[in-house]
Antibody
Framework: ELQLVQSGAEVKKPGESLKISCKGS????????IGWVRQMPGKGLEWMGI????????IYSPSFQGQVTISVDKSISTAYLQWSSLKASDTAMYYC?????????????WGQGTLVTISS | EIVMTQSPATLSVSPGERATLSCRAS??????LVWYQQKPGQALRLLIY???TRATGIPARFSGSGSGTEFTLTISSLQSEDFAVYYC??????????FGQGTRLDIK
């Protein structure tokens, strides 16, 4: 069964760093791009960026370029989203999602989400 | 950046009735449009891609139509499990990939 399993909820303080993860299974992880999507409380979906696990090629949304880092460890089929200095406005649910084998940015499988709460 | 606008924000429909959700693009996206379903506590689900192609395992009561700037998701006979939030997303001109703000489908 194809799955994307994300790491658990996090509570952090402003200024702290954080790295959340998304582990793929049930398919060849290096063959499909993985994306990250933010959902702020009560709001819609915002695309943050995508990474190709085969060669770590990464494309960021202009809105998130320089604000986060997307990376991957293909040896353990895991993608990451990290912050070096969190802000209260980073409080949100973060989803990873796989881009389909159609190779168009269509997200065919999603993780369950990681809730990140930033509070002093 | 292409802006996606969904309407209405909330739609109240009775079980067994038809629901029609709309999505408009600020410029033509051809047929490069996706619909997703989001339910509380569940992973998002791909429903429709290419504006009208049902994803694997999606019931036939879900259908998508449109091209260019105007798109519609129709659920022909609402089941209890269909009450959720629905998002459209364009993949014609990216980056960035852009989503609509969502339509909440409520039980009337």
């Amino acid at each position: 069964e194809l799955q994307l399993v994300q790491s658990g909820a996090e509570v952090k303080k402003p200024g702290e760093s954080l790295k959340i993860s998304c582990k793929g299974s049930g398919y060849t992880f290096t063959n499909n791009w993985i994306g990250w999507v933010r959902q702020m409380p009560g709001k819609g979906l915002e695309w943050m960026g995508i990474i190709y696990p085969g060669d770590s090629n990464t494309i960021y949304s202009p809105s998130f370029q320089g604000q986060v880092t997307i990376s991957v460890d293909k040896s353990i089929s895991t993608a990451y989203l990290q912050w070096s200095s969190l802000k209260a406005s980073d409080t949100a649910m973060y989803y990873c999602a796989r881009i389909s084998t159609l190779s168009r940015p269509i997200f065919d499988y999603w993780g369950q989400g990681t809730l990140v709460t930033i509070s002093s | 950046e292409i802006v996606m606008t969904q309407s209405p924000a909330t739609l109240s429909v009775s079980p067994g009735e038809r629901a029609t959700l709309s999505c408009r693009a600020s410029q033509s996206v051809s047929s490069n449009l996706v619909w997703y379903q989001q339910k509380p506590g569940q992973a998002l689900r791909l429903l429709i891609y290419g504006a009208s192609t049902r994803a694997t395992g999606i019931p036939a009561r879900f259908s998508g139509s449109g091209s260019g700037t105007e798109f519609t998701l129709t659920i022909s006979s609402l089941q209890s499990e269909d009450f959720a939030v629905y998002y459209c997303q364009q993949y014609s001109h990216w980056p960035p990939i852009t989503f609509g703000q969502g339509t909440r489908l409520d039980i009337k």
